[in-house]
């Protein structure tokens, strides 16, 4: 378990403004893990808007702090800053990435990727109570309301995955292939990934993406 609990390069939550933001979030909170973690999801959940258009290559654009520090990330960082914090205080973690069906992604999106299929899809499992617990704190509450579907809860009991279906009872999202789960972010792992499902974003030469054809998800919808 000493490995869930560890800070690394990308859970790197012994940054300075990183630990300011696990305490303020964290001020007022009963000191009990469940509650903790509960605060801790809101907080990433809302405070950092999820937008894919921002995915970069680079190692140092996946870590916790950087998400924190951009405002705005993917599934991925958002989950790693969600364990990262919960590690600080002594809550183990572990990521988990998997392949996703996204029925209500923008039709921009979906042309960018040329695919419905978003591959190596990022949450986060916590050690509550006896047991891993998922969380998926990528899709903030703005970005919810604009698709029409209830912000993705946690309750730190229960797995929390996806929506599955929109307020109107229309399929929203599924997965369809596990990866596993990691006790750190498998960077290489991930690119190999994405770049085998969109080659095409990617130059010959170099592992910069282009760029996308938007400046976020949630103005593709507005």
């Excluded at 499992?125 to 047991?131: F, M, P, S, W």
């Excluded at 190999?192 to 593709?220: C, I, K, M, Q, W």
């Amino acid at each position: 378990m000493e490995a869930y609990l560890q800070p690394t390069e990308f859970f790197d939550y012994n940054q300075p403004e990183l630990k300011a933001w696990i305490a303020a979030r964290l001020e007022g909170v009963p000191e009990e893990p469940v509650e903790q973690a509960k605060a801790l999801y809101l907080a990433t959940r809302d405070s950092v808007s999820y937008n894919p258009y921002v995915f970069r290559a680079e190692p140092e654009t996946f870590s916790a702090s950087y998400a924190l520090s951009a405002g705005e990330s993917y599934c991925i960082p958002k989950a790693v800053l969600l364990g990262a914090a919960a590690r600080s205080i002594g809550i183990p973690s572990r990521l988990g990435l998997a392949d996703v069906r996204n029925h209500l992604s923008s039709p921009k999106l979906i042309e960018w990727l040329r695919s419905d299929i978003f591959r190596m899809h990022g949450y986060i499992e916590l050690y509550l109570n006896g047991r891993w617990v998922k969380a998926t704190p990528a899709f903030n509450r703005q970005l919810c309301e604009l698709m029409g579907v209830e912000p993705l809860e946690f309750d730190g009991v229960s797995d929390s995955v996806f929506q599955e279906y929109t307020k109107a009872g229309q399929a929203h999202m599924e997965y369809i292939n596990d990866h596993g789960v990691f006790d750190d972010l498998p960077h290489d792992f991930i690119l190999s990934g994405v770049r085998n499902a969109y080659p095409h974003l990617f130059p010959e030469s170099g592992a910069e993406l282009t760029p996308g054809p938007s400046s976020s998800l949630e103005a593709d919808i507005a």
